[in-house]
Each structure stands twice: as structure tokens, then as C-alpha cells.
């Protein structure tokens, strides 16, 4: 039985034109990697050094509390802002969104996703700012690394699609993010 392949009068075509592409680049990710590897066992060392407790607590809380955080965040803002939460955000575990990150079957409006992610880099460091009295040094740079660890590369592309981030839409593949106008 064919299909009836014409277009009804209430549908909406919208097409997009490609403003920037950002590739990635394996080399990028293999080096962040082993600064992580690095960075990570010395902030464990340098914990453990300072008090064996906060070591077992706080590379536990690091690793997983961190990225909860930044997700409820998230969450929060798109239903402050967009009323919802939308069903095309979901987890991503491949740099450089990893973590809680917009699908890679939506567009997003470059300037939502900059303010999203400046709000959740400033409100992570100002509660991890308000917990400074109770915890030791080497462990709130330990969080505040993990913060800045998840957050790095998605800046990263910010910055570098920022020329059209007032009119731009952010759609992320798995090779790239591209930006496009409608």
C-alpha cells in the first residue's frame, strides 16, 4: 500500500543553514585524559596526605556528587526557564558532553546553552565557596577540579562558536557540534 507522500497545509519545514563546525579531535581527548589520570591520582595522594578520611569520602563525593549536582542544576534551570524539563536532554558519557548534555537529535539555541552552563559553573563554585569552613583545602581543590574537569570542554566549544552565539543553534553529533541559523 503506498504512502501518501505530499505535505499537509498545517506542517512546517525548517531548514538550517551551517554557520561553524567544530570537529574533535581524537589527540585533544587523549591528552585531556592522561592530565585527568595525572591530575586525579596527584589530588588523591595530596588528599589522602592531608587526612586519610576526606581522601575516602571526598574522592567518592568528587566523582559522583559533582556531576549530580551540575545535573540537578541543569534540570532546575531548563524548568525555571523553559517551564519543562525537555525530554531531549538526557546523559552523555563521551567528551566533550559528558554528563547531562542536550541529544543529538535537537538544535538549541547557542544562547540558552551558554547561559545554561555559566550559571552552573558560578552556582557550583559559589556552593562549593559556601562549604569552604568545613572542608580541608586539598579536598575543596579537589572538587573544584572535578567542577572544572566536567565543565572545561564544553566551554571550550562556547568559546569557540561564540561569534554566533547570539543567533545560532547548537546541534551535537557524535564527530562534532555544529552551530546553524534558521
Known amino acids: 500500500m503506498p ?5 499537509s497545509k498545517e506542517s512546517t519545514i525548517y531548514t538550517y543553514r551551517l554557520l561553524k563546525r567544530v570537529h574533535y579531535k581524537p589527540i585533544f581527548f587523549q591528552v585531556y585524559w592522561i592530565l585527568t589520570v595525572c591530575a586525579f ?7 589522602s596526605f592531608w587526612s586519610v578520611p576526606d581522601g575516602l569520602i571526598g574522592v567518592p563525593v568528587g566523582v559522583i556528587g559533582i556531576p549530580l549536582v551540575q545535573t540537578l542544576l541543569l534540570r532546575l534551570l531548563l524548568r525555571t526557564k523553559v517551564k519543562h524539563a525537555p525530554q531531549s ?6 567528551l566533550p558532553w559528558f554528563g547531562y548534555a542536550p541529544g543529538t537529535e535537537t538544535y538549541i539555541a547557542m544562547t540558552k546553552v551558554r547561559r545554561l552552563h555559566f550559571h552552573v559553573l558560578w552556582i557550583v563554585l559559589v556552593l562549593l565557596g559556601c562549604l569552604y569552613p568545613w572542608l580541608s583545602p586539598s579536598l575543596l581543590g579537589f572538587l573544584v577540579f572535578i567542577h572544572l574537569w566536567l565543565l572545561l570542554p564544553r566551554l571550550i566549544i562556547i568559546f569557540l562558536l561564540r561569534k554566533h552565539s547570539s543567533s545560532g543553534y547548537l546541534k551535537i553529533n557524535e564527530n562534532d557540534s555544529s ?3 534558521q
Open 89 to 94: 536532554w538526557g546523559w552523555s558519557y563521551r
Open 3 to 7: 504512502r501518501d507522500r505530499t505535505l
Open 41 to 47: 591520582l596527584g589530588a588523591a595522594i595530596a588528599i
Open 179 to 181: 552551530c546553524y541559523a
